[in-house]
Nanobody, 126 residues
Framework: DVQLQASGGGLVQAGGSLRLSCSAS????????VAWFRQIPGKEREGVSC????????IYEDSVKGRFTGSADHAKNTVYLQMNSLTPEDTAVYYC???????????????????WGQGTLVTVSS
């Protein structure tokens, strides 16, 4: 099993940047894909990005393309989400999630993921 711990959220002004971290323990992430989801109250979790750890392929939801960048540090077993040019619409609780990459059919579907971090709140003020 994999245990995930998300961190790095906070309060930032519009146009600012944050870097989220998702630290894994219990297993190496080499065979996994790790996604970032976000959720605001009353809405479903929305897939933001997904990275396939073994080759670094990264996919992004349209609204964050060009602003968010996913990366992985194999030595630290940690995945990052660099978020630039933040807008108030990016305000949400952000979660990281992992699943064996070969088992994922639709990366934006939250039910595809077996392991979840606890969430970290990102608040962007206007």
């Amino acid at each position: 099993d994999v245990q995930l711990q998300a961190s790095g959220g906070g309060l930032v002004q519009a146009g600012g940047s944050l870097r989220l971290s998702c630290s894994a323990s219990g297993d190496t992430l080499d065979d996994y894909a790790v996604a970032w989801f976000r959720q605001i109250p009353g809405k479903e979790r929305e897939g933001v990005s997904c990275i396939v750890i073994n080759d670094g392929r990264t996919i992004y939801e349209d609204s964050v393309k060009g602003r968010f960048t996913g990366s992985a540090d194999h030595a630290k077993n940690t995945v990052y989400l660099q978020m630039n040019s933040l807008t108030p619409e990016d305000t949400a609780v952000y979660y990281c999630a992992a699943a064996l990459w070969e088992e994922i059919n639709l990366w934006t579907r939250s039910s595809e993921y077996d392991y979840w971090g606890q969430g970290t709140l990102v608040t962007v003020s206007s």
